[in-house]
């Protein structure tokens, strides 16, 4: 079975890549809503994948890299798209949750990209 937490991440970005003129070229924000996705089975006795408070506990020191930050200054996230955040992300959490199976990165209310690993 599938279980997954939601968090917010207030922080700016730029893309450094994009065509000459791109809005996406200039500093600007989001409210970044990512889900961390964790796929295993449910354990008989508690009834549960995983504590969901685990999930929280992994993510803290992400978030701390992350939130009310620049993207582009976070080593590693030079080019800060929906996708290399992912990614990201996922490099990031997988030691400490080997039963991650999917990172959900929402940049904004219409765009994001889902991240299932290398
Ligand atoms: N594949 C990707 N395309 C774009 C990314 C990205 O990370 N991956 N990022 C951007 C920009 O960061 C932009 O802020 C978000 O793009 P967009 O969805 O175009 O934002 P809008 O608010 O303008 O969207 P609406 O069409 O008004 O809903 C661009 N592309
Ligand atoms: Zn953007």
């Known amino acids: ?6 968090f ?8 450094p890549n994009v065509p000459a003129g791109h809005k996406c070229g200039r500093m600007h924000g989001h409210s970044f809503r990512i889900e961390v996705h964790i796929n295993g089975p449910i354990d008989s006795q508690l009834g549960w994948v995983l504590d969901f408070a685990e999930i929280k506990e992994a993510f ?10 620049c993207l582009n200054e976070v ?3 030079e080019n800060p798209t929906s ?3 992912a990614r990201w992300i996922w490099h990031e959490l997988r030691p ?11 940049e ?3 765009s994001g990209c889902v ?3 290398d």
Do not use: Q
């Open 1 to 6: 079975m599938e279980i997954f937490k939601e």
């Open 8 to 15: 917010h991440i207030e922080a700016a970005h730029w893309l």
């Open 60 to 69: 803290t020191p992400v978030e701390e890299k992350l939130d009310h930050r």
């Open 75 to 77: 080593p590693g996230l």
């Open 83 to 85: 996708e290399n955040l």
């Open 96 to 106: 400490s949750l080997p039963l991650l199976s999917k990172i959900i990165v929402r």
């Open 108 to 110: 904004t209310c219409t």
């Open 115 to 117: 991240y299932s690993g």
